[in-house]
């Protein structure tokens, strides 16, 4: 990847959206969603405001907005639209308040930034720290920085931090494995944006007294019968992203699946339902709290 440089490859694009080159491809020809330049050897080139831009149409996209409408919109509606759309799942009454922790963001201020943090680990502990609070967070870091109002640095300063908590939190787990024959694997198949939910998983599926599997980066998805083989799993955990997981992925996994012999599969924040519902091996969870509950069943 050529991040270092603002370049980047559909490929990348692919990598830090979850949206597969096809589709970028296809909004490119269709609505003109990006206008990528092009190398000597006519390969596609984007910079950093077309990932940004492509980040936005993928959550308006993922909230109810079709690409045609997205595609009208100029640049300033379409960075409003988002901040509109993002500001409706804000709670005024709620505890945790973005705004304190993202100042120190700005300044790059770690010692602040997890001082802000601390009350709600220690009177609620990660769990619930995370599902209530740092998710909410993240998810605020990410909207600004797509709309320019936080720059790369400062959004990855946030996720850098938030990712060493939650395996600091990880190693500092004391409960010990009671389900020996049931074992979790925690796969990224999906890109950068998946990691942090998965670290989250690892952590409530350890601490719920679990072994689990977590290979780190983002694999191909014939890489799971690999990993299967080397040492099998039971269940295994994958993050849906936008635009990257449709009907026939599902089919995909759900044939892997069986031919693993796998429990279940645990599919999360996939839309549908209905989709869903088609495959009984694998189980959508939506939040934290679904989630949990989802691993609930194998005690």
């Known amino acids: 990847m050529k991040e270092a440089s603002d370049v980047y490859s559909i490929k990348d694009l692919e990598y830090f959206t979850g949206i597969k080159a096809h589709t970028i491809r296809i909004w490119e020809k269709r609505y003109n969603i990006l206008s990528p330049e092009r190398t000597d050897s006519n390969i596609r080139m984007y910079s950093e405001d077309e990932l940004k831009k492509l980040l936005n149409v993928a959550y308006l996209n993922r909230n109810g907005f079709k690409i045609s409408k997205i595609s009208r919109l100029s640049e300033d509606e379409l960075n409003s639209t988002v901040l509109s759309v993002s500001s ?4 005024p009454n709620q505890e945790f308040h973005p705004g304190r922790a993202l100042m120190s963001a700005l300044r790059f201020d770690e010692t602040k930034f997890i001082d802000t943090l601390l009350p709600f680990f220690e009177n609620h502990g990660f769990e619930i720290t995370y599902s209530r609070f740092l998710e909410h967070l993240l998810d605020n870091a990410k909207i600004l920085w797509q709309t320019g109002s936080l720059s790369r640095s400062q959004e990855n300063f946030i996720r850098t931090i938030v990712r060493e908590l939650m395996i600091t939190e990880y190693h ?17 198949t999906t890109g950068q944006n998946a990691e942090i939910p998965l670290l989250f998983c690892r952590f ?15 694999l191909p998805p014939g890489e799971v019968a690999e990993i299967h083989k080397m040492r099998s799993f039971s269940v295994m955990v994958l993050s849906y992203s936008s635009s990257g997981t449709g009907e026939r992925n599902l089919e995909y996994y759900s044939g892997l699946g069986k031919m693993l012999g796998l ?25 934290a709290d679904s989630f949990y509950n989802a691993v609930l069943m194998f005690t």
């Open 88 to 91: 409706k799942f804000e709670d």
């Open 172 to 188: 500092a787990i004391e409960t010990p494995v009671e389900y020996p024959g049931i074992v979790f694997a925690v796969v990224n």
């Open 204 to 218: 409530v599926i350890r601490n719920m007294g679990f072994d689990v599997i977590y290979p780190g980066e983002k």
């Open 263 to 287: 429990r279940k599969i645990i599919l999360l924040g996939y839309p549908d339902d209905e989709d869903v519902s088609k495959f009984d091996n694998i189980i959508v969870a939506s939040t």
